[in-house]
């Protein structure tokens, strides 16, 4: 069955580091999302890509976040100067079409020390 | 007006027993209301979800009530299972293609063996 994946499964980082999370969607999904989840609170929704620029952006995801999807397999996630609130649990998801169904990788957990 | 409120926090159910999670939202151009299951480490997974043109829609021993006029609807898990435990979020996301869930907090499912 195919699926979503994301590496690293953990990253650790130094504030003020840039970090690239990774994502490989479902092969023949057009729709890709990000989101966090900071430990005991709600996912939250950061930005939705598609046709190769952003669709949708919260008020979390600054200019510190940049999304792109530099092969037609990858989509990553840039946070270019971390910051100790961006420690949390990031997932990538796509769906197929704008009102499918997304599915969800296991996620990224990032610690900013 | 973009929050979905998630009752209870915590659950725990004997095994065989019926689980019960409660969700309701303001905003009235919401018109697909899915629930995820998240097991430890995991991606949230998509269980059922459903579209305020029907009360109730049932897969197994996962059923959504929805009561549109409420603005709530609730995840009824039948003959609960020790394989049931995990978190369950609702969401909710409105018409267009962008398709960004907001989430509610989550419960957290014990069930009893």
């Known amino acids: 069955e195919p699926e979503v994946t994301q590496t690293p499964s953990h990253q650790v980082t130094q504030m003020g580091q840039e970090v690239i999370l990774r994502c490989v969607p479902i092969s023949n999904h057009l729709y890709f999302y990000w989101y966090r989840q900071i430990l005991g609170q709600k996912v939250e929704f950061l930005v939705s890509?598609?046709?190769?620029?952003?669709s949708e952006k919260s008020e979390i995801f600054d200019d510190q976040f940049s999304v792109e999807r530099p092969d037609g397999s990858n989509f990553t996630l840039k946070i270019r100067s971390t910051k100790l609130e961006d420690s949390a649990m990031y997932f990538c998801?796509?769906?197929?079409w704008g009102a499918g169904e997304q599915f969800f990788g296991p996620g990224t957990r990032l610690t900013v020390l | 007006q973009q929050q979905v409120k998630q009752s209870p926090q915590s659950l725990i159910v004997q095994k065989g027993g019926i689980s019960i999670i409660n969700c309701a939202y303001e905003n009235t151009a919401f018109d697909y209301f899915p629930w995820y299951q998240q097991f430890p480490g995991k991606g949230p997974a998509l269980l059922i979800a459903i579209r305020p043109d029907v009360s109730e829609k049932k897969e197994g021993r996962f059923t959504i009530s929805f009561n549109k006029s409420a603005k709530q609807f609730s995840l009824h898990i039948m003959d609960s299972q020790p394989g049931d435990s995990a978190t369950y979020f609702c969401a909710a996301t409105d018409a267009g293609n962008n398709r960004k869930l907001i989430w509610g907090l989550g419960t957290s499912l014990a069930v009893n063996p």
């Open positions: 890509f598609y046709n190769n620029e952003i």
């Open positions: 998801a796509s769906s197929e």
